[in-house]
Structures are given as C-alpha cells and as structure tokens.
C-alpha cells in the first residue's frame, strides 16, 4: 500500500516552460512534505519542504503547494531550465515522528 | 568533504555471500537512516538510528540485513546470505533533526 503516489513517471517540458510535478497521499497524519531532486549516480538532495499549517511555499524558481483536503502537493519549476533535468521525489512524515515516506519519483527532462 | 559518504560505491557479489555497506555521516547529526531503492521503486525507509536511543529497524526487510552504528557515528548495514532481490541502490542520510536529511551518493549492490 504506497502512502505516497508520484503517478506521472516522467515529463518534459521546454526550456522557459513551467515544470509541474505532482505527488498525492493517503496518510492524513502527514504534516509535513519535502521535495528531493536525484542525479544520476548521486544522492538525494533537499529542495524544498512545506509544512501543512500552509498551502504555499516558495523559494526563488520552486514553488510548492498544498492541498490538504485533496490529499494533493505540487511542485512547481518557472521557468524550467535544462539543469533542472533530474529524477525528483516528494516525501511525507508525520512531524511526530523521523519516517519519512517517499514516493516512486517522476523524472522531469527539460528540453533546451 | 563535509557531507555524508558511503564505500564502496559499487558492490557486485554472489548470491549467497554476505556484504557489508559503510556510512560515515555528517560530524554532530545525531541522527542516521539507511535506505533503499530499488528499479523504478521509491526510496524504501530500511533502518533509523537516533543518538543513543535503540534503533528503529521496522523497515528491515528480513533478518538477513542488520545495522549497527558505533559510537554515534559510523553505520555499517550488513546484508547475510545476499540474494537477487537484494540488488539496489542503498543510500544513508543523515539529520541534525527530525527534518532535513542530508544524503550520501549510495552503494550500487548487484547481486549475480
């Protein structure tokens, strides 16, 4: 039973272009949601976080929102950049406890 | 280099024989998980260890994988007797808190 659903495997998008990349839950305990972006032959590494007291948060090209009563996060890229290319997962944790939930991941390729 | 590392970075091995991943994490997080992704999954909570609190091990897959960690510092996930199914990315991250998790690069254990 996957708590945490990245249904779109992959997408691409033009250079310039907004990249949305969409994650959904079941877990209503989840408060908090992170975005992580995963290169080839690396490590995850942290992009953006919101906790559930808000529906946005924003951090210069990234924006990410969410939506408790669908159980629904976004997040968006604008404008999309080729380096932007990359595998990135959504993940989510009761703030109660240190488990993080990831989902399967949508790989994002940004065409120049 | 001051973030988290692990060794080796690939690992092939037969079916059958033991292996042993290494995690050195960032200096003062008290905090460190193991992980793992396999093909076209998510990252797949494994283990969590918290200062010198017992280990969260609800994500081992079977008694064949144990981890410990001395001292507070470094980890060691040992998987026994291998098996196909073991082979996956196994990533380690580290935290100073319950939130931000910083990410090794992984081990790539391929098991023939």
């Known amino acids: 039973d996957q708590q945490v659903k990245q249904n779109s495997p992959s997408l691409s998008v033009q250079e310039g272009r907004i990249s949305i990349l969409n994650c959904d839950y079941t877990?209503?305990?989840?408060?908090?949601f992170l975005w992580y972006k995963k290169y080839p032959a690396e490590g995850p590494t942290f992009l953006i976080s919101?906790?559930?007291?808000?529906d946005k948060n924003e951090d210069g090209r990234f924006t990410v929102f969410l939506n408790k009563s669908a159980k629904h996060l976004s997040l968006h890229i604008v404008p999309s950049q080729p380096g932007d290319s990359a595998v990135y997962f959504c993940?989510?944790?009761?703030?109660?406890?240190?488990?993080?939930?990831f989902g399967t991941g949508t790989r994002l390729k940004v065409l120049a | 280099g001051a973030g988290v590392s692990q060794s080796p970075s690939n690992k092939v091995t037969e079916k059958g024989k033991d292996v042993e991943l290494r995690c050195d994490p960032i200096s003062g997080h008290t905090a460190l998980y193991w992980y793992r992704q396999s093909l076209g999954q998510g990252l797949e909570f494994l283990i969590y260890f918290q200062g010198n609190s017992a280990p969260d091990k609800s994500g081992l897959p079977s008694d064949r994988f144990s981890a410990e960690r001395t001292g507070g510092s470094v980890s060691t996930l040992t998987i026994q007797r291998t098996q196909q199914e073991d082979s996956a990315v196994y990533l380690c991250?580290?935290?100073?808190?319950?939130?931000?998790?910083?990410f090794g690069p992984g081990t790539r254990l391929l098991v023939l």
């Open positions: 877990n209503s305990m989840f408060d908090y």
């Open positions: 919101i906790s559930s007291i808000k």
């Open positions: 993940a989510a944790s009761d703030s109660g406890t240190y488990k993080y939930i």
């Open positions: 991250a580290s935290s100073s808190d319950k939130r931000d998790q910083y």
